[in-house]
């Protein structure tokens, strides 16, 4: 009888409450503000003539993680919650996105990226999150896209500050 249990029990494990999905909502949407003043204020702190430079080659340069964070907040963060990306164009547009180097623009895009992923999250209702969908291939909860999201956008800001060790930039 213990057996015939379990898999009703991991499947209970699967759904998250709508409460603790709005708890949830309610925290990372504090880690991505959180976020995008860390990569506004290094790429403020990095000079102009550095945006190009890479650690070496075939590794990104300070201004191509950077648009890969306002990318993300156009596009990858509300997509994972099941939100709308933000409207860029076609591939071409996008491309030539990807490519800006120059800073002004830079710290633009990556404050209308994190303002998209935040206003798309914000008016998700927590309801639509209690389940399962599917990310990257896998289905995951809004837990665990939570975790995937944010420890990849992290992992984009931990390159930034060592780019900026790297280059003596305090």
Same mark, same amino acid.
Do not use: C
């Given at each position: 009888?213990?057996?015939?249990?379990?898999?009703?029990?991991?499947?209970?494990?699967?759904?998250?409450?709508?409460?603790?999905?709005?708890?949830?909502?309610?925290?990372?949407?504090?880690?991505?503000?959180?976020?995008?003043?860390? *990569?506004?204020?290094?790429?403020?702190? *990095?000079?102009?003539?550095?945006y190009?430079?890479?650690?070496?080659?075939?590794?990104?340069?300070?201004?191509?993680v950077? @648009?890969?964070?306002?990318?993300?907040?156009?596009?990858?963060?509300p997509?994972? *919650?099941?939100?709308?990306?933000?409207?860029?164009?076609?591939?071409?547009? @996008?491309?030539?996105?990807?490519?800006?180097?120059?800073?002004?623009?830079?710290?633009?895009?990556?404050?209308?990226? *994190?303002?998209?992923?935040?206003a798309?999250?914000?008016?998700?209702d927590?309801?639509?999150?209690?389940?399962?969908?599917?990310? @990257?291939?896998?289905?995951?909860?809004?837990?665990?896209?939570?975790?995937?999201?944010?420890?990849? @956008?992290?992992?984009?800001?931990?390159?930034?500050?060592?780019?900026?060790?790297?280059?003596?930039?305090?």
């Amino acid at each position: 009888a213990g057996v015939a249990v379990l898999p009703a029990e991991a499947r209970a494990q699967d759904v998250m409450t709508k409460e603790s999905v709005a708890e949830l909502k309610t925290a990372f949407l504090g880690d991505l503000e959180a976020m995008r003043g860390k *990569f506004v204020g290094l790429a403020q702190a *990095f000079p102009q003539e550095k945006y190009t430079w890479r650690p070496m080659e075939g590794v990104r340069s300070v201004s191509e993680v950077l @648009m890969l964070a306002a990318m993300e907040g156009y596009s990858f963060v509300p997509n994972s *919650f099941g939100a709308k990306p933000a409207e860029l164009g076609t591939r071409e547009e @996008m491309a030539k996105l990807r490519a800006i180097t120059d800073k002004a623009q830079i710290i633009e895009h990556i404050n209308k990226g *994190f303002a998209h992923a935040k206003a798309q999250l914000e008016a998700l209702d927590p309801a639509t999150l209690t389940g399962k969908r599917t990310v @990257m291939g896998q289905p995951r909860s809004a837990a665990q896209v939570a975790l995937l999201v944010g420890g990849d @956008m992290h992992e984009h800001l931990g390159q930034m500050i060592a780019y900026a060790r790297m280059n003596q930039i305090v």
